[in-house]
């Protein structure tokens, strides 16, 4: 596989790569969405690599891309690796295209049918992006409501639980 390293974001060359796979390969494919175009989404720096999503009317995918040798696990074209996120741990498959070289890439979403504006699919990539860098625990603990200002409740079950 051609490894490259990104010293800078790599989203340029994402949607460079995703333009052409959307010119050459999905140009006549039926679960397309016309209202979506390939967009990268908050590329950053994460464990001394890149992560971000990429929007195409035919998926959604977070993306792992070299940024440096140190740490990086080639994983080959088409076979997986898990990856431990503060979410949990995900299964991302190993690629390539020109623009990009190598990269690893999680899907999230495909088809788009389900998106009705370039905004909304990006507001969900965003969130995705969000999700997968919160603990569950963390999750858990803001969802929680502060019981020193919660109101009180006349349920029985409530009545005893704070006794």
Wanted: charged share 20%; glycine share 4%; net charge negative.
């Amino acid at each position: 596989m051609n490894f490259r390293i990104h010293d800078v974001s790599p989203a340029d060359a994402v949607e460079e790569a995703f333009f052409r796979i959307q010119q050459e390969q999905m140009t006549d494919v039926p679960v397309l969405n016309q209202a979506l175009s390939v967009e990268a989404i908050d590329f950053q720096r994460w464990q001394g690599h890149w992560l971000g999503i990429v929007v195409t009317p035919w998926c959604m995918s977070m993306l792992l891309v070299p940024g440096s040798a140190e740490n990086w696990v080639s994983t080959g074209e088409n076979q997986r690796r898990f990856v431990k996120f503060p979410a949990g741990d995900f299964a991302f498959l190993g690629s390539e295209e020109a623009e990009l070289g190598e990269y690893q890439s999680c899907p999230l979403f495909s088809p788009m049918g389900k998106f009705s504006t370039q905004s909304e699919a990006t507001m969900t990539a965003r969130a995705s992006l969000i999700a997968l860098l919160t603990s569950a625990q963390q999750t858990q603990a803001e969802s929680k409501p502060d019981k020193s200002r919660a109101e009180p409740s006349l349920s029985r079950r409530r009545f005893l639980a704070l006794r």
